[in-house]
């Protein structure tokens, strides 16, 4: 089950500031501390400032780059005197990044929303700045700002471009091989009115959007996170008088780790404490700046634009030591931008995959690979559609072939199984159409299923939701199938003399609460299931074995793993050895551990974007399989495939993603099989 289904409701209008004890509309002004400026860029060339960065250099130095309109870019000195003004079209927003690479160097990026057209705008920040724009890269909104986000995870570059109607757009950025910067959208998030300005901290993976007549939201910045907004502030409700302006996040290390907004009509602005849930801490001016839009912060510094400055709209710096002395708040120790940030997760890409399920919602679920053994290129994967039925693909992603039989769940098979004594491959399905076994033979020339199930193999299950195959002891091959109350079966598939396939059931036993992936490793006659919400256990996959079980890892006990515990596969080596895969959907990450032995823990990585291929990342994963078997030279050591419950580049329908193993074997280090 989706976590997305839980939280498709869960809007989160959490008023942080503590809204309710404020008078509306009633905040003294005069009771606020002022701050004063230390230095003030010149006015604009054309009176027309909207958002300004401070962007630092690794000898020390600060610049402040500012928009300018149709002015362009306008670079300043620290003391605010203007040094160039860098046509860029009518340039409404920018942000500023370090270490992105390109062309084989760290650079520092500097990326620019052009109004004219809504382009988004590349350039290399040196003595001047030098635009690295692949071609023409144009938002499909009518552009009013936008930010840049830099992800821990792989240190893969992304902008928003925010729009006059709420629109928002994130856009991969990425290396084009030419030297240029290339983008490519990834994801589309949407409010309800003019999104105004943004701000993005690196570090925790947060964007807050001013959504000017309503008030700051912040969502995850991850493009595979779930889309869940959460109010920190509100027009009217909270401490916004009549229109929320620009954002700033200050980042002292800990316990000093701040967000900053503009309540513009009122010349004023909050302090909110991001390690406290976005706890109001105080309010504040700064001496001669009025109706502030964009804000930046940076090494103990704090940048406003004045849109009311006498001689032309410019952009004020104050010390952010002086703020937090005003408001009493622990300044701490600036951290620096131009440090990479720690990657909380080994990373590896996906170099497939599959078409979209025919349907948007929760649809895609769950993979089998199928191992052409004559030819391993020509390798196949069968897909659910818990809308419609099963897909088989090839290793390219291409649908060979549907099989429309209803809501298929999850799917497992094995090779070798004896009917109308020819050895088949024989596929099975947990039917929730039908509350039945699905069982289908594989044809792999074609890539087709053929039904062979002796009429309907009904489960007397409530809902059949999780499946896997066994081939024990003699031969004999068996079907797991569990319920959502946590009841699981067990069945014998036995031919018939008519060339079907009957399942008799051997076997009933329960866990206290909803499983649904499972799998059972053939050569140790084990199994494994995950208990969404508790853990992923081991016991005994024959049906006269043991009833005892042992917790291989929990949700409690491996800070690594957030519920649900989902898919689960092995990666067979010899001698017993090799790995279990595991789905942890919580935190889109995927958790390994020794298949011999206690089952140790061996670390967990993340799928993300291959930009360049166009392909993006795994999330919100239910179902996987993986296999060690070489699947041609795109696959020497085999592969992982992951149902990604997001899907967001294009935003298309769920689908599968193909990953080669030794990326994974790369991103952890393993020994090669």
């Known amino acids: 089950m989706t976590r997305k289904n839980r939280a498709l409701t869960a809007l989160r209008l959490t008023l942080v500031a503590g809204a309710a004890s404020v008078a509306l509309g009633a905040q003294a002004q005069t009771a606020l501390p002022a701050v004063a400026p230390i230095a003030e860029t010149a006015p604009t060339a054309r009176n027309d400032a909207n958002t300004g960065v401070l962007v630092f250099d690794a000898a020390g130095g600060m610049r402040i780059a500012g928009s300018g309109g149709l002015g362009g870019v306008e670079l300043y000195g620290a003391d605010g005197a203007r040094l160039a003004s860098v046509p860029a079209g009518e340039v409404v927003g920018l942000d500023v990044r370090y270490g992105v690479s390109l062309n084989g160097k760290s650079e520092t990026v500097l990326g620019v929303i052009d109004a004219q057209q809504s382009k988004l705008r590349f350039f290399t920040v ?13 938002a499909g909104l009518s552009a009013e700002s936008g930010c840049l986000y830099k992800s821990p995870l792989d240190s893969s570059l992304f902008m928003f471009a925010l729009g006059a109607a709420g629109e928002i757009e994130q856009w991969s950025i990425f290396d084009n091989g030419q030297g240029r910067l290339d983008g490519r959208l990834v994801r589309r998030l949407h409010i309800a009115s003019e999104a105004s300005y943004c701000t993005v901290d690196d570090v925790s993976g947060a964007i807050y959007i001013a959504e000017q007549a309503v008030g700051v939201w912040k969502f995850d910045a991850e493009p595979e996170a779930e889309t869940i907004p959460t109010l920190i502030d509100a027009v009217g409700l909270g401490r916004i008088t009549e229109e929320a302006g620009g954002v700033a996040v200050v980042d002292g290390g800990p316990g ?35 109706n502030a839009g964009g804000l930046a912060a940076g090494k103990g510094l704090f940048l406003a634009m004045d849109d009311d400055n006498p001689a032309g709209a410019n952009y004020k710096l104050a010390r952010f030591g002086d703020i937090a002395a005003a408001l009493k ?11 990479a940030l720690p990657a909380p997760l080994p990373i590896v890409r996906p170099i497939a995959e599959t078409q979209p399920v025919g349907q948007g919602g929760d649809a895609a679920d769950d993979p089998a690979i199928w191992v052409n053994r004559a030819d391993p290129a020509r390798s196949l ?28 769940n999850n799917v497992d098979l094995r090779d070798g199984f004896k009917l109308a004594g020819q050895p088949v491959t024989l596929v099975t399905a947990s039917d929730r159409t039908k509350n039945a076994i699905a069982i289908y033979a594989l044809d792999g020339a074609s890539g087709t299923l053929r039904n062979v ?36 079966r067990q069945w014998r598939l036995d031919p018939t003399t008519t060339g079907t396939v009957k399942a008799v059931l051997v076997r009933e036993f ?20 995950a208990e969404e919400d508790v853990a992923l256990w081991r016991l005994n996959a024959e049906p006269k074995g043991a009833e005892n079980r042992t917790q291989v890892t929990s949700v409690a006990s491996n800070p690594a793993l957030k519920d649900d515990l989902e898919g689960v596969s092995l990666y067979l080596q010899p001698g017993g050895k090799g790995y279990i895969v595991l ?23 993340a799928v993300v974007a291959n930009g360049p291929a166009g392909i993006d990342g795994s999330s919100e994963t239910d179902g996987l399989d993986v296999t060690s078997r070489p699947m041609g030279p795109l696959f020497p050591n085999g592969a992982l495939v992951t149902q990604d ?29």
Not at 386 to 407: I, W
């Open 256 to 290: 000093a780790r701040y967000l900053i907004t503009s309540n513009a009509s009122a010349n004023s602005f909050h302090v909110f404490n991001r390690e406290d849930g976005h706890k109001y801490l105080g309010s504040f001016t700064v001496a001669g700046v009025e």
């Open 645 to 673: 419950g997001r899907n967001v580049s294009p935003p298309e329908p769920q689908n599968f993603k193909i990953i080669p193993w030794k990326g994974i074997e790369a991103a952890l280090k393993l020994s090669a099989p």
């Open 583 to 605: 789905s942890s959907q919580g935190n889109n990450s995927y958790a390994m551990f020794r298949r011999e032995g206690d089952n140790a823990y061996v670390g967990s990585f």
């Open 329 to 339: 708040l622990n300044a701490g120790a600036p951290a620096d931008p131009l440090a």
């Open 126 to 138: 040196g003595e001047g700045l030098t635009e690295v724009t692949a071609g023409t890269l144009s």
């Open 510 to 529: 329960a866990f206290a609460t909803q499983t649904e992936g499972c799998v059972a490793d053939d050569e140790t006659g084990w199994l494994y299931v």
């Open 453 to 488: 199930s002796d009429g309907v193999q009904g489960t007397g299950l409530g809902d059949p939701y999780g499946l896997c195959m066994y081939q024990g002891k003699g031969g004999r091959t068996y079907v797991f199938i569990n319920d959502t109350d946590g009841k699981m």
């Open 381 to 408: 994967i069968i897909g659910t559609d818990k809308q419609a039925g099963l897909g088989v693909y090839d290793l390219t992603g291409k649908r060979l072939s549907f099989a429309a039989d209803g809501k298929m």
